[in-house]
């Protein structure tokens, strides 16, 4: 994905450290050590995949000089990914085919060694004619902040990337999402004690009881503690729900429900967050897609399509019965600017954000324009957060949230006309 036009995509990194303090010439050698190498067709290695970093304005360049991917404390660069491998129904078809030709010459069927032989030839013959498959996925990272964005949710291209990474810069990388906010707001509120102790929402997690049957909601305490009878398959379920509370990426489903309910009324003065700090007013409404689904494996998921799905009847009651928020469209709008975003609960990761219009002509000023418009929408989301999580640590959120919440779905839930 390409920061530089079109639609964007972002998975959001932590830098763990920050980098020497000389970093200039260390990671300029560091990045031409790690410049992509071109795979040869001619050189008989057999090579299938080059991986490495090449210029985000030209993937053909690869002489990366400092001056090439530094700007104004950002590094700038793009993970390239060269694959060369001849298709195999070509490589069958032609094995296929000079197989028949060479035993209706000889009179004899081809010895399996033979066989191989002629395939390997096969290969190295396509292999020059077959120019390499080129993947390039940008990278934006700001130094003093110690954030990151790969433009990539592809599990593949965050693989090779963490190992790229940590092979040229030396440093580690953690995803940056609902835990680490959590943290960070946590610890400015002065309520790290609250957030150890917070556990999922039971009415979030199991479903509203009375509003309609949920079948995960049993009355039990959401804390599952083993006993020398417990089988593997609950040990699993406890190894997982203390994943869960590790990494609380229960917030972050908590979160868009959350913002789903507030962004419900069409008065600006409910659905509008003030921001604070560097972050003007802004207001969040809910775009054209929500999508839902049940916890545990194998489970199916509901995505809701069209104008306006967070206020329709069917997604209010799969709120109520215990499905959760996994990613919703939201359009973010401030100062007559409009930002557009998916965004997911599991790490905040953002698909398809549509940024406002640019005022700027030259390229150079674009891209700063896209950076920092990139870089609003995501203090936007974390103000939103912050918003949240100042509520959800409190014991407003018992007792005064969630029986608006309840009341909100059961306006539009009548249990006698539903399956």
Not at 28 to 54: F, M, N, Q, Y
Not at 282 to 298: D, N, Q, S
Not at 313 to 326: E, K, N, P, S
């Given at each position: ?70 700007l104004d404390g950002y590094i700038l660069l793009s993970l390239r990914i060269d694959t060369l491998k001849p298709p195999r129904d070509e490589v069958r078809r032609l094995l296929k085919q000079r197989q028949r030709e060479i035993e209706a010459s000889r009179k004899e069927p081809l010895s399996a060694s033979t066989l191989r032989e002629l395939k ?94 949920c079948p995960r909601m049993d009355g039990a305490s959401m804390v599952f503690q083993p006993t020398e009878d417990t089988d593997r398959e609950d040990a699993a379920k406890d190894a997982s729900f203390k994943a869960e509370l590790d990494d609380r990426r229960f917030l972050g489903r908590e979160f868009l429900t959350w913002l789903i309910f507030k ?157």
């Open positions: 994905m390409s920061l530089l036009s079109g639609s964007i995509s972002t998975r959001r990194y932590r830098v763990l450290s920050m980098p020497p303090t000389d970093w200039r010439e260390i990671y300029e050698k560091a990045v031409r050590a790690h410049a992509l190498v071109p795979i040869d067709p001619e050189s008989g290695s057999g090579t299938e995949k080059s991986i490495g970093w090449c210029s985000i304005f030209d993937e053909q360049d690869l002489d990366l000089s400092f001056s090439k991917f530094h390997d030839m096969i290969v190295i013959d396509l292999r020059r004619r077959t120019p390499p498959k080129t993947k390039t996925v940008d990278v934006l990272w700001n130094i003093d902040a110690q954030t990151l964005l790969f433009m990539s949710h592809s599990k593949a291209m965050n693989e090779a990337f963490l190992r790229l990474f940590a092979e040229t810069f030396n440093l580690g990388l953690d995803i940056e999402g609902p835990g680490f906010w959590a943290r960070s707001i946590a610890e400015d509120l002065g309520s790290t004690k609250q957030l150890s102790r917070t556990r999922p929402t039971i009415e979030l997690l199991g479903g509203f009881v009375g509003l309609r049957p962004a419900r009324s069409e008065s600006e003065a409910e659905s509008i967050f003030l921001g604070g700090g560097d972050v003007d007013a802004f207001r969040v409404a809910i775009g054209e897609r929500v999508t839902l689904k049940a916890l545990g494996e194998g489970t199916g998921e509901i995505v809701a399509r069209g104008a306006a799905p967070a206020q329709t009847a069917d997604v209010r009651y799969a709120i109520a019965g215990g499905l959760t928020v996994r990613e919703v469209e939201v359009l973010i709008e401030q100062n007559d600017r409009l930002w557009m975003a998916s965004v997911s609960a599991e790490g905040f990761d953002m698909r398809r954000v549509k940024l406002p219009s640019l005022l700027s002509e030259e390229d150079t000023e674009r891209l700063h324009e896209r950076i920092e418009l990139l870089g609003e929408v995501d203090k936007m989301l974390k103000a939103a957060f912050a918003d949240f999580m100042k509520l959800r640590l409190s014991t407003g959120w018992t007792q005064d949230e969630l029986p608006k919440m309840r009341e909100w779905l059961k306006e539009s839930i009548n249990v006698e006309d539903r399956p």
